[in-house]
Nanobody
Framework: QVQLVESGGATVQPGANLKLSCTAS????????MAWYRQAPGKQRELVAR????????AYADAVKGRFIISRDNAKSTVTLQMSYLRPEDTAVYYC?????????WGQGTQVTVSS
């Protein structure tokens, strides 16, 4: 059974940095592109960033380009999202999943709130 467990969310002020982590089990991470998604209140879930299975290729949503960095450690089965210069509009529940996402892999997510 695949489990993706997100952690690291918090309430922070605008301009702060935060690092999210995703620990995977029941899946051979190196076989998949991995991604971070987020869902803000009243909005649809959206793709934030993705990284290729080998880790060489990344892609980011325009809203986070230059501020967020996705990384992965296939040996440790972890995917991280380093977030910098956070803005109130980054407030959302953040999830990791494969890319494309698999419905059965969604976890509980981790809440990030950016507020002064």
């Amino acid at each position: 059974q695949v489990q993706l467990v997100e952690s690291g969310g918090a309430t922070v002020q605008p301009g702060a940095n935060l690092k999210l982590s995703c620990t995977a089990s029941g899946i051979i991470l190196r076989n998949y592109q991995m991604a971070w998604y987020r869902q803000a209140p009243g909005k649809q879930r959206e793709l934030v960033a993705r990284r290729s299975s080998g880790g060489l290729t990344t892609a980011y949503a325009d809203a986070v380009k230059g501020r967020f960095i996705i990384s992965r450690d296939n040996a440790k089965s972890t995917v991280t999202l380093q977030m910098s210069y956070l803005r109130p509009e980054d407030t959302a529940v953040y999830y990791c999943n494969t890319f494309p996402s698999q419905d059965e892999y969604w976890g509980q997510g981790t809440q990030v709130t950016v507020s002064s």
